[in-house]
């Protein structure tokens, strides 16, 4: 009967290469499969009635409830012009020095990750301040599609990001069921704080790996200064008050004076504070930013449904089992099965987003890779710098679309791929590291 759980993967695969939309896919062709399980019997209809159970479930998740807070914060901070003040002023203060404008890009997106924490509106964003300032200065376009397109990923991975989240409500359950599965009642947990901490030191590994190879690469290169860019910076005036909203959302969870929710919650009001402060605060970006914040949520909500429902009916045909199987049957031990996963990972990236990742492929294998022994935050790091990794590869990298989207015709999609090569070589020398050094994280 293994064929029957591979079956429904084939068809929910076939659905989706026909353009259907992933919540409706996952959702409706597990259900259509399902009512042919129960006429066939093989499959039990006491599953089929606990779908209503498993959607109020994550309605009811507190820790969901982030993510459209999140998500608000995110979309004001992007929308408000904070943005693009703060890269004017960093332009400014380093316009003496070679590669300055480069050095201030990696820096800003970097604090656009970790406010908006959305990979999408990161590089869109740079991508239209920064890619034509880059070019009028004489960066070469490989170079600057390059640096703009992998910059704007650093939204996977630098906390508060909400595919952390994702991934900590993911991994919890996770980990719970495999403790589940190896008999232990006194159980363990895993919070989006302890990803949160755990993202830290690797997302600062890959700042500092951008940082060090833009400046060997244009140390001999000389720019063409920009007079628009002129004028006095108050750095602390425009750095102060995100880093400042970055820092109190970060530290009240890692300290844990707060849960997830409430600092979203903080961090959502922080937001508007700082667009007011910012005179871009009025009623049209409020209404902008909660019909944007509205759409996102629905759509990611809409994927978790989907996705669960798919996962129930997955496992009520022995899927889960299959899986275990396959693990058993993998030869060289826990490491090649934790290397497989995270290929399959890395190309289901292409392919899917984090959010259909996150909630369709690791709860299938995330268990069998935790009853080996592998640490729930560090294999969860691992996972996210994986597909922060893939976002980035050609030709089918999510980041790259949403580059070539926004970038100057004179651009072609082979600058891009030939761009981001260097900054992907970066990002797998972290996904190494951490690997063979599991104390950056835990």
């Known amino acids: 009967?293994?064929?029957?759980?591979?079956?429904?993967?084939?068809?929910?695969?076939?659905?989706l290469l026909l353009g259907y939309p992933v919540a409706f896919t996952l959702a409706g062709t597990s259900i259509l499969f399902a009512l042919l399980g129960i006429t066939l019997d093989f499959?039990?209809?006491?599953?089929?009635?606990?779908?209503?159970?498993?959607?109020?479930?994550?309605?009811?998740?507190?820790?969901?409830?982030?993510?459209?807070?999140?998500?608000?914060?995110?979309?004001?901070?992007?929308r408000s012009g904070i943005a693009a003040k703060m890269l004017r002023d960093m332009a400014i203060?380093?316009?003496?020095?070679?590669?300055?404008?480069?050095?201030?890009?990696?820096?800003?997106?970097?604090?656009?990750?970790?406010?908006?924490?959305?990979?999408?509106?990161?590089?869109?964003?740079?991508?239209?301040?920064?890619?034509?300032?880059?070019?009028?200065?004489?960066?070469?376009?490989?170079?600057?599609?390059?640096?703009?397109?992998?910059?704007?990923?650093?939204?996977?991975?630098?906390?508060?990001?909400?595919?952390?989240?994702?991934?900590?409500?993911?991994?919890?359950?996770?980990?719970?069921?495999?403790?589940?599965?190896?008999?232990?009642?006194?159980?363990?947990?895993?919070?989006?704080?302890?990803?949160?901490?755990?993202?830290?030191?690797?997302?600062i590994m890959i700042v500092v790996g951008y940082l060090i190879y833009t400046i060997l690469i244009n140390q001999k290169k000389e720019f063409t200064p920009i007079e628009e860019i002129e004028g006095e910076a108050n750095i602390l005036k425009t750095l102060l008050p995100p880093a400042t909203l970055i820092f109190v959302v970060l530290g009240s969870i890692i300290v844990g004076i707060a849960t997830p929710t409430e600092a979203a919650g903080v961090g959502a009001f922080g937001a508007l504070i700082i667009a007011g402060l910012n005179g871009?605060?009025?009623?049209?970006?409020?209404?902008?930013?909660?019909?944007?914040?509205?759409?996102?949520?629905?759509?990611?909500?809409?994927?978790?449904?989907?996705?669960?429902?798919?996962?129930?009916?997955?496992?009520?045909?022995?899927g889960d089992l299959l899986v275990d199987q396959i693990f058993e049957m993998m030869p060289g031990g826990k490491y090649t099965a934790l290397l497989f996963i995270l290929l399959a990972i890395f190309l289901f990236g292409f392919i899917l987003d984090f959010i259909e990742i996150c909630y369709v492929i690791i709860p299938l294998v995330a268990p069998p890779l935790l009853m080996m022994g592998f640490d729930p935050v560090w294999l969860g790091i691992l996972m996210a710098i994986n597909l922060q990794t893939s976002f980035l590869t050609p030709p089918f990298g999510f980041s790259l679309f949403y580059l070539r989207g926004v970038a100057d015709e004179s651009i072609k999609t082979t600058d891009i791929y030939k761009g981001v090569v260097p900054f992907i070589i970066i990002q797998l020398i972290v996904l190494i590291t951490v690997m063979i050094f599991p104390f950056f994280v835990l």
């Open 1 to 15: 009967m293994e064929i029957i759980p591979i079956l429904l993967i084939v068809l929910i695969c076939a659905a």
């Open 43 to 78: 499959f039990d209809p006491n599953l089929f009635k606990t779908i209503p159970m498993r959607i109020f479930g994550i309605m009811n998740n507190q820790t969901l409830l982030a993510v459209p807070l999140f998500v608000f914060m995110g979309v004001v901070l992007e």
């Open 93 to 203: 203060v380093f316009k003496n020095t070679n590669s300055g404008l480069s050095i201030s890009i990696i820096i800003v997106g970097a604090l656009l990750a970790a406010s908006t924490g959305i990979v999408g509106a990161t590089v869109v964003t740079m991508g239209l301040m920064s890619l034509p300032a880059m070019l009028k200065q004489g960066y070469d376009k490989d170079f600057a599609s390059g640096l703009v397109a992998s910059t704007g990923t650093l939204g996977q991975i630098i906390p508060p990001s909400i595919a952390l989240v994702l991934l900590g409500d993911v991994m919890s359950n996770a980990y719970q069921r495999a403790q589940n599965n190896m008999g232990v009642f006194s159980q363990e947990t895993v919070s989006v704080g302890d990803l949160f901490l755990g993202a830290i030191v690797p997302g």
């Open 280 to 318: 871009s605060a009025n009623l049209e970006l409020l209404r902008a930013t909660s019909y944007k914040a509205a759409t996102v949520t629905t759509m990611i909500f809409s994927i978790l449904i989907g996705a669960s429902i798919f996962s129930l009916i997955f496992r009520g045909v022995g």
